[in-house]
């Protein structure tokens, strides 16, 4: 189990609700587990927005064509996954769909290649100490092979250290350490 405070969530859903456009109007689809820590996240970004809040029936699954079912049933405009879902969603229109972030893992490029075009694609990165996401991309275009993990959230630093914990520099190697409220 990892311990945090609650202060970090603020800034985790404020810069999702932000960078996604959520506001009135919008309908967030809940694809994670409630005891997954994203799903705080999630939940504090959609409500604090004034978007809707659509929670799949107990059983139902996120994936493949049920994901897709729900994304066209409950008209979805935005949703928070990890590339596997991402990556078992069929082809589709999905006109309601105008962004998404995906986190847990990198996203393929061929992923962003095929769901960004007028759509709001951003990759995450964070460990559940750094209070769910630590660095947000900017929203990727179709031609990143390798999107990035993105720039520091709100209230957030990162750092690529060496052994001794000193900076290194651009292009080196390194180990990334994350600081501020989360």
């Given at each position: 189990?990892?311990v945090?405070?609650h ?5 985790v859903?404020g810069?999702?609700a932000d960078r996604l ?5 919008c ?5 994670v587990?409630?005891?997954f820590?994203?799903s705080?996240?999630d939940?504090?970004?959609t409500l604090s ?6 929670v799949?029936?107990p059983?139902?699954?996120?994936v ?5 079912s ?7 405009t935005h949703?928070d996954l ?8 069929p082809?589709?229109d999905f006109?309601?769909l105008r962004?998404?972030v995906v ?11 095929r769901w960004s ?5 951003m ?7 750094s209070t769910v996401?630590?660095?947000m ?11 990035p993990?993105g720039?520091?959230?709100?209230n ?9 914990l000193r900076?290194?520099?651009v292009?080196?190697?390194?180990e990334?350490?994350?600081?501020g409220a989360?």
């Open positions: 189990g990892v945090v405070s202060r970090g969530v603020a800034s859903a810069v999702h456009g959520l506001g009135v109007g309908r967030f689809l809940l694809v587990s409630i005891s820590d994203v705080m996240a939940i504090a970004m927005s004034g978007a809707a809040l659509v799949p029936q059983g139902q699954q996120a493949g064509e049920e994901l897709a729900l994304i066209t049933e409950f008209e979805v949703t990890v590339a596997p879902m991402l990556i078992s969603l082809e589709g006109p309601s962004g998404f986190g847990g893992e990198a996203l393929p490029g061929e992923m962003v290649e075009p007028g759509r709001t694609v990759q995450v990165y964070g460990p559940t100490e996401v630590a660095t991309s900017d929203p990727l275009a179709p031609a990143e092979l390798a999107p993990i720039r520091p959230i709100w957030t630093r990162t750092y690529v250290l060496d052994a001794g900076p290194v520099p292009g080196v190697a390194g990334l350490y994350v600081a989360g």
